[in-house]
């Protein structure tokens, strides 16, 4: 009977969802597996995934979430920072690579172990820079630019730099010229202190350009190259370290 037949459309949105995970599928296995970088991505993904975990776990626990595990301390008090795992887990992988040099599938095991070792330690790094305990200081704030700066790197040479190489090998000059393109303005906001804009740039560099060609924060290692009058300009227009750009002319100070 006609009332039992499934509706046509029902079938063809099977036959789409099939074809379109097929696709992805492929796409994958060309782009990433047949090209060697399944480690590189396994990696990359380890050290975001890492490092979100770690810094709601941080919160969490500041919160005094009741059910979530708390800090972890020696018997004598001593609080071992997540770091140390992380330094730990860096240094386990340096060693097995070198001297035991893996093949599938350790090798994108050491390159997960890696990315979780990369997530734990960045996570802190404004500890180990300021050589004290600045995670919920203003300071602390350089342990996420760490990261920003980490992230934006690792994925310009694994999806960026990477694979507008090979693109320009295959299609028109005018798109390896757009991730030329795009790695530099990636590359003059990280140099100006905007790590946001930078993260955005990676992806659409149109939206990072008018912040990398306007001034750098007081801050960034671009505004050391800034003479007296323009470093002054940048310390009015940004005047607290990290906070959006003052907007307003008049303004005079934060509220």
Not at 46 to 61: E, G, K, N, P, W
Not at 124 to 139: G, H, T
Not at 177 to 199: D, E, Q, R, S
Request: glycine share 10%.
């Amino acid at each position: 009977m006609a009332g039992l037949e499934a509706p046509p459309s029902t079938a063809d949105d099977v036959g789409v969802m099939g074809g379109a995970l097929h696709d992805v599928g492929s796409a994958y296995q060309q782009a990433i597996v047949d090209s060697g970088k399944q480690a590189e991505l396994l990696l990359y993904l380890a050290f975001l995934a890492t490092f979100a975990f770690i810094r709601t776990s941080t919160h969490m626990i500041r919160a005094g979430v009741s059910w979530w595990p708390g800090n972890v301390s020696t018997k004598g008090g001593t609080h071992v920072h997540h770091m140390v795992f992380g330094i730990l887990a860096l240094l386990v992988v340096g060693f097995c690579s070198l001297s035991l040099d893996p093949d599938t599938p350790w090798r994108e095991a050491l390159a997960v172990l890696f990315g979780i070792g990369a997530g734990l330690t960045l996570d802190e790094f404004a500890l180990w820079l300021n050589l004290e305990d600045v995670y919920w200081a203003p300071k602390g704030r350089q342990s996420i630019d760490a990261v920003i700066v980490a992230s934006v790197l690792g994925g310009l040479v694994l999806l960026g730099v990477r694979v507008w190489v090979d693109l320009g090998k295959e299609v028109e000059a005018v798109v390896a010229a757009a991730g030329i393109f795009g790695a530099v303005v990636t590359a003059l906001n990280v140099a100006k202190g905007k790590l946001v804009m930078a993260m955005a740039s990676l992806v659409v560099p149109l939206i990072g350009l008018p912040a990398a060609l306007r001034l750098a924060r007081p801050e960034s290692p671009w505004a050391r190259l800034y003479d007296e009058p323009k470093r002054e300009l940048a310390l009015v227009r940004f005047p607290e370290p990290w906070l959006p750009a003052r907007r307003a002319r008049g303004a005079r100070s934060w509220p």
